[in-house]
């Protein structure tokens, strides 16, 4: 089975990061001085298309790996937030690193916080790994949500009110895993400055 390939594309008919090579090339062909590349994770695809071009791009990798400047671990899984308002509408999930594959999705839920969101999808990530036996990874963009993971206790000063009653029954829920239960899944900080955004993001920034 072939290895899975994401495709950038910096100039084109159209612009972005493509999953298959049928959709990259109608997106290139016909196209003048088109710019594209393929990458192996969906990781790298996001942190090149930062770049205003593939040759600075390559400039950029040529550098980071003379500074061994380690990319993300594949198998891993991402999660992130995204809340409209703060408070507001949110939404939070978990996709798999490399193959940007969505492991769940959670919301919208009301008069909620982007921080809420980071530790729900932490605790939500780590309880469904642990039933399927999986020990990967986890990355966050969040300090805090790590922090609050760490203490098991979601610190929020967010008050609840009859518009999030759901919200705090999964903050109470997820306190009480973490109590009662325990993990071998690494929780890592994703290194936005070199990767990019995290494969998770809503793509709302």
């Not at 493509?18 to 990259?24: D, L, T």
């Not at 990530?125 to 993971?149: H, Q």
Request: a positive charge; one cysteine or more.
């Amino acid at each position: 089975m072939p290895d899975k390939k994401f495709y950038v594309v910096w100039k084109g008919l159209k612009t972005g990061i493509f999953s298959n090579w049928v959709q990259c090339a109608e997106a290139v062909t016909g196209f003048s001085g088109a710019e594209f590349l393929s990458v192996t994770t969906l990781a790298e695809a996001h942190a090149a298309l930062r770049f205003p071009s593939r040759k600075a791009y390559q400039t950029y990798r040529q550098a980071q790996i003379s500074a061994g400047v380690a990319p993300p671990l594949a198998e891993s899984y991402c999660v992130d937030a995204a809340c409209s308002g703060n408070p507001g509408l949110l939404e939070y999930r978990c996709v798999h690193t490399s193959t940007g594959k969505e492991l769940f999705h959670q919301g919208p839920f009301e008069n909620g916080t982007n921080n809420i969101g980071e530790f729900l999808a932490i605790v939500h990530a780590l309880a469904l790994l642990k039933k399927k036996g999986i020990t990967s990874p986890i990355y966050t963009d969040s300090e805090i949500a790590l922090l609050w993971v760490k203490e098991k206790k979601c610190k929020t000063r967010l008050k609840p009110d009859q518009t999030n009653t759901r919200l705090f029954e999964l903050i109470r829920r997820a306190e009480t895993w973490l109590q009662e239960n325990t993990f071998e899944n690494p929780l890592l900080k994703w290194d936005t400055e070199h990767w990019g955004q995290i494969p998770a993001d809503f793509g709302r920034k």
